[in-house]
């Protein structure tokens, strides 16, 4: 793959472009402990960061779900995460900075997330960040979450550039996975998971935020010394 011809950068939501997996862990453990289940808080950090709602409660509750019941579910869990949330809402720091960077580089910006339509607009309208991106894809636009590629795919469809032109930015083990199956740079953020765990998931770099770069990945995104 060549790393000089990058066209596109592809973002997470969750816990990449915002750091709040925290809370929506505490919502999943709420969520499951009102179903009468024990679930450790790990599974939803490890197992289920990156999946659609569709395939994270049946397997939390070990049997189909009807989809107005699903419907039920995900709005009871998904608002109360914004509540929880709500008060600390802010961009990872450097967020804003390398957006306006990368646009200014002219490459093309998406994000990719599992994140259902409210949160979407929870975050990316209320930190007044979607104009720096020509697309949203979210879990709607596709049948299989990650670690399956399929909604980094769908990004770059919508961004006509090939896979091999893209880096995605992304927090989750799964992300990581989903970024390498579809043919994808990837940047391990290390909100949620040990920069160790995500380089053995195959994240080609890891960074703490969006501040500051590895001094190879910025020359080969912006050129020249750094």
């Avoid at 679930?39 to 994270?56: D, Q």
């Avoid at 919508?158 to 799964?174: G, I, K, M, R, T």
Wanted: glycine fraction near 8%.
């Amino acid at each position: 793959m060549s790393l000089h011809s990058l066209s596109a950068a592809i973002f997470d939501m969750d816990g990449t472009l915002v750091d709040n997996m925290l809370f929506h862990a505490r919502a999943w453990v709420s969520m499951s402990q009102s179903l009468g289940l024990d679930v450790p808080v790990e599974r939803f950090e490890r197992e289920f960061a990156g999946k659609r709602n569709e395939e994270i409660f049946p397997a939390l509750l070990g049997r189909p779900v009807p989809p107005e019941e699903l419907a039920r579910l995900a709005e009871r869990k998904e608002s109360h995460y914004r509540e929880l949330y709500a008060p600390h809402l802010s961009p990872l720091r450097g967020t804003r900075e390398l957006l306006a960077r990368l646009r200014g580089a002219g490459l093309q910006l998406a994000v990719a997330t599992a994140a259902p339509s409210a949160n979407r607009t929870f975050v990316l309208d209320g930190l007044e960040l979607r104009p720096h991106f020509s697309h949203v894809v979210g879990a709607e636009d596709v049948t299989r979450g990650k670690p399956a590629p399929d909604i980094f795919l769908a990004a770059a469809r919508a961004l006509c550039v090939e896979p091999s032109a893209c880096v995605v930015f992304e927090d989750a083990v799964n992300g990581i996975r989903a970024a390498r199956a579809a043919g994808m740079l990837a940047v391990g953020v290390t909100t949620m998971t040990p920069a160790e765990v995500l380089l053995e998931a195959g994240a080609h770099w890891v960074i703490g935020d969006f501040t500051t770069l590895p001094v190879d990945f910025e020359r080969r995104l912006f050129g020249g010394a750094v």
